[in-house]
């Protein structure tokens, strides 16, 4: 018996036509409608933490990081994980921070955040991000280079360690690289919301509720020598990570204690 060959299904091109125009709405809505509405969601739940900040905004240990920035004693890196960025923006219009470069992945996802930090006037960011695959760099090193220059101009520095694709709370070597390009400190900071929600992504992006409780806490400086061999520099990263560990234990689990 000889085989036969399937016709294809009529509806078949026309469900792939579906999907692909589908795709593309929502890809253009997430570029063009969700960026206004996360930063006026930022803007207002930024406006009532700052506004009623003796009752709403709790910090630890920021002392240094305020009299770095307030008495412009030079810019630092700021290190953040990825699902408390939305956390950022807050805490650095407190310490008066005069503009940040943020380094973004160039992934879609990191062209919607991209989008939301370029409507702050403060922040502007630098694309490229690290793969997941061996021997693979998406511009990784490129930005690195680009957020050094900016550094020496007098800009802050900000980086989601363990961005863009994870895994969550593992800090990976870009930082520490960068703080031995520049020379600058790298300031480790978590936050946390008495309400929030949490997206369904690989890290669960906390998003806080306007009106809630933020509590925020900042660990030592760390600084990385210009000279440091490798074996130097898994020492910082592996102890900038324990820090922030340790800092985000604190904020996630501190209106539990209260």
């Known amino acids: 018996m000889s085989d036969t060959v399937q016709p294809e299904s009529a509806g078949a091109p026309a469900t792939k036509k579906k999907k692909k125009l589908g795709r ?16 006026r969601w930022m803007a207002w739940f930024d406006y009532t933490a700052r506004k009623d900040r003796q009752k709403l905004l709790t910090m630890f240990n920021e002392d240094r990081m305020v009299s770095q920035m307030r008495e412009r004693k ?16 807050t805490a650095y219009q407190y310490c008066w921070g005069r503009g940040a470069a943020v380094m973004v992945s160039r992934s879609f996802d990191g062209e919607v955040i991209a989008a939301v930090l370029r409507r702050f006037q403060n922040f502007f960011t630098v694309r490229g991000g690290s793969s997941s695959k061996p021997g693979q760099d998406k511009g990784g090193q490129e930005a690195l280079s680009e957020m050094a220059d900016w550094g020496r101009r007098g800009s802050d520095l900000v980086i989601t360690p363990d961005g863009p694709q994870g895994p969550a709370y593992k800090v990976k070597r870009g930082i520490i690289e960068l703080a031995r390009m520049t020379g600058l400190p790298i300031v ?26 933020f509590v925020y806490r900042v660990g030592d400086f760390i600084e990385v020598p210009p000279d440091a061999d490798d074996e130097l520099m898994e020492r910082k990263r592996a102890e900038l990570e324990r820090t922030m560990v340790e800092i985000t234990e604190f904020v996630d689990n501190f209106y539990a204690r209260k």
């Open 74 to 89: 030079g810019p630092v890196i700021i290190c953040l994980w990825h699902n408390r960025l939305m956390f950022g923006p």
């Open 24 to 39: 593309r709405i929502e890809r253009w809505a997430l570029l063009h409608l969700v960026p206004p509405i996360v930063h």
């Open 188 to 213: 480790p900071a978590s936050a946390n919301a008495s309400r929030c929600l949490q997206a369904k992504s690989w890290d669960r992006t906390r998003f806080p509720f306007p009106y809630a409780r």
